[in-house]
């Protein structure tokens, strides 16, 4: 097929193909839309593999060419639109031969595939016999020599698209945490019952090769057991899993929930099955045990926020590592470390995936778990102490225990108490006392006498035990600072309470407040402990860190609701909403939801707005609507920062579009205010919050039975410090650092917001016109 030419004679343009295979991930959509969009932006033309393999091995209508408004509305769809299987043929070389000749006829020179490991192995081999399925075509005449030099080169990118979270070198494939949701919400739903009938459950996930979605669902739901294969139990499993079950009956717990992956075994690959691990819950345990298994409620449907926003930004990110491939590079896939998303040579990340399989096989455990990645292992033990609360071997000796005081300070966000009840539970497993501080630093200055449950003391496993999916704060949380209630007083009662570690949950005032005490310390004496920070706010503008327990949760919400309003435009399709964000002063809220729902526009306080800028969205919204031949499935979304601007507040931009539509259309504004604080906190924020706050203990105990004097620990600028996420590394960073060095104190937030770069995407996607295309 004659190359087509972008008007420059010489220069074929490029025809980047995208797929979906294996099975549906949740995200998957959002992943396609990105890359049809990104193609087309990047002046390449953007085509859709239907069916997955399969349409590349038939080639004819099942490669279909994209157009812009192809893909509107698909980010909140769940499942592939473009279809997925599991195809035989593309196993075999004539399949993949078939699959080449195809590609070549439509003239393809790039393929993005977005599915799991099995997906991603087939997409190597591919790539490695590339050179000789051309030959053999070229010596059969099925294509020209010129086209043999010409595709010579494959450029392939992965898409790492899975519910199991299955492939190596990548912490989060794109519906692992939406799959994720859907587990937690059956356990938080059978967690109702079990509780009430003083049940045990059983429940079956899916996983058989990777433990990640049962691991994961055991921390954010606080399961009693949990069964992976990667990891499988000690020798004598049915006396430990009993000993854990009976201990926790023991103090209190009504009810009792085991989580077992599919490819369950124990440690000589024997199947664990949900119904040997009821026999032993309801034999010797004497428990009234039943057995869920999940099954494909596990798929998902719509995508979480996290997962539409991280498909999105892949997908951008494939189609750049797709046009950045220069002849005889390796092939990539697009993989997030932590924060960060990153291309990773595809050959490794197969072989390492293939090296678990072969590790499990081998009996060789440790080496599986190591393979999974650092975070996998880090859940595990975070997992492991605060669920086997007896195990003595974990106590410190008398000298090194402390008494760790634990503070909420700020609005609520949801993951505060998933963070304290880990935090209770790691300080109980270690021999340090917890002390909750109830409602912040005005509860801590109340004297604690005049309190009927005193507003400082210590608390139990049983009692923090089912807060992991709490949202709010059940220890209480208050705005005001130590300077409010008085520095003096703070001090004097973290004399009074021999508190010599403070672990601190909040936003920015958590933040402000952690600042005010360190500069405290030099008066106050009690303030020179070691102290840390755990940002937890819906706005996610504390410096330090690019996360912040319950930002995850408020997109959610904030999603879901935007989801809503969209779909009640569904019958007229021609209005536009304009919905208003929280956030303070930082537009992170705005920008990621305008990345998960395909915002036309987002306005942030960063930016700001100008009636320039006003003029060109209206512009584009007529444009928008006069091209949409009823693609959109609902209404259309601008978010708008509370603090975008004083002047155009919400409803003044939405009048305004209206005045200018000239009947072509209607808006509307929406203020979700509270909502997006959310109920139940989601996955993501429980299982971080979980593992961030093992850390944040495990730093105040670095400090016990110190060798320092308080006097010199003052010094040591580690001492107060902030837990951040800040690309691919979990970090400490020293509070005297992030004052400095890193802090808009007047805008409350950081002076480098990392995702300021995720709003031209968010432009890009929505063909959002820049400054210079009007003028
Ligand atoms: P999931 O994680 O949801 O199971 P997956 O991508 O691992 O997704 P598979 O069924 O293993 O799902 O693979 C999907 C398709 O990829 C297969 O049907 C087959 O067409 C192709 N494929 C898998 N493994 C290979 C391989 N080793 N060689 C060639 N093609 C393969």
Redesign the pocket.
Known sequence: MAPVTNGEASKPRKRIAVMT???D?PGMNGAVRAVVRMTLQENCEAYAVME??QGLVEGGDWIKQMEWADVRGWLSEGGTLIGT????D??ERPGRLRAAKNMIEKGINGLVIC????????AD?FRKEWPSLLSQLASSKEITAAEQEEYKFLNIVGLVG???N?FADTDATIGCYSSLGRICEAVDYIDATAFSHQRAFVIEVMGRHCGWLALMAGVSTGADYVFIPENPPPEDWEAHMCDIIKNHRALGKRKTIVIVAEGAHDRDLNKISPTKVKDLLSGPLKLDTRITTLGHVQRGGQACAYDRQMSTLQGVEAVRAVLDAKPGDASHFISVVENKIVRKPLLEAVATTQAVAEAIENKDFDKAVSLRGDEFKEYYDAYMTTTATEDAGQLLPESKRMNIGIIHVGAPAGGMNSATRSAVAYCLSRGHKPWAIHNGFPGLVRHHKDEPIGSVRLVDWLEVEGWISKGGSEIGTNRDLPSKVGLAETAACFKEWKIDGLFIIGGFEAYSALSEMRKGQAEHPPFRIPMVLLPATISNNVPGTEYSVGSDTCLNALVGYCDAIKQSASASRRRIFVVETQGGRSGYIATMAGLAIGALAVYTPEEGIDLAMLGRDIEHLRESFATDKGQTRGGKLILNSEHASATYTTQVIADMIKEESHGRFESRFAIPGHVQQGGTPSPMDRVRAVRLAVKCIQKLEGYADSDKTPEVQMKDEDTMSVIGITGASVVFNSMKRLEAEETDWKDRRPLNESWLAYKKIVDTLSGRPKPMDCC
């Open positions: 295979s294996g099975g991930a997955g393999y299987a599991r195809c035989q593309f196993r599915g799991g490991d099995g997906s991603l192995t087939g081999t899975s519910i199991d299955d």
